[in-house]
């Protein structure tokens, strides 16, 4: 069993910052890549970064230039750092794990969920 366990969501006023973490806990788990989703009231979950073993990023447009993925040198855990928060980033994060039968293929490559309000 794989346990993704999310922290660092909140409120925060436009223009401001959060920092998202994912930690993937499960002796000696390496995916392929992690990334995180949101899905905002009234629209459809969407692909926000996603972040390689070997460190190659992917961004949607949206956020490109404002958020920041890395990982940790064990590659077990991911952080999202955003910047700049727009009142349209308001949603609820999530970690997600990609292997060979895509993203999120197991409920347990799924995140809790993180909110993220962005209000003024």
């Known amino acids: 069993q794989v346990q993704l366990v999310e922290s660092g969501g909140g409120l925060v006023q436009p223009g401001g910052s959060l920092k998202l973490s994912c930690a993937a806990l499960?002796?000696?788990?390496?995916?392929?890549?992690m990334g995180w989703f949101r899905q905002a009231p009234g629209k459809q979950r969407e692909l926000v970064a996603t972040i390689t073993s070997g460190g190659s990023t992917h961004y949607a447009d949206s956020v490109k230039g404002r958020f920041t993925i890395s990982r940790d040198n064990a590659k077990s855990t991911v952080i999202l750092q955003m910047d700049s928060l727009k009142t349209d980033d308001t949603a609820v994060y999530y970690c997600s794990v990609y292997t060979s039968e895509g993203w999120g293929a197991r409920d347990d490559y799924w995140g809790q969920g993180t909110q993220v309000t962005v209000s003024s």
């Open positions: 499960g002796r000696s788990f390496m995916p392929n890549a």
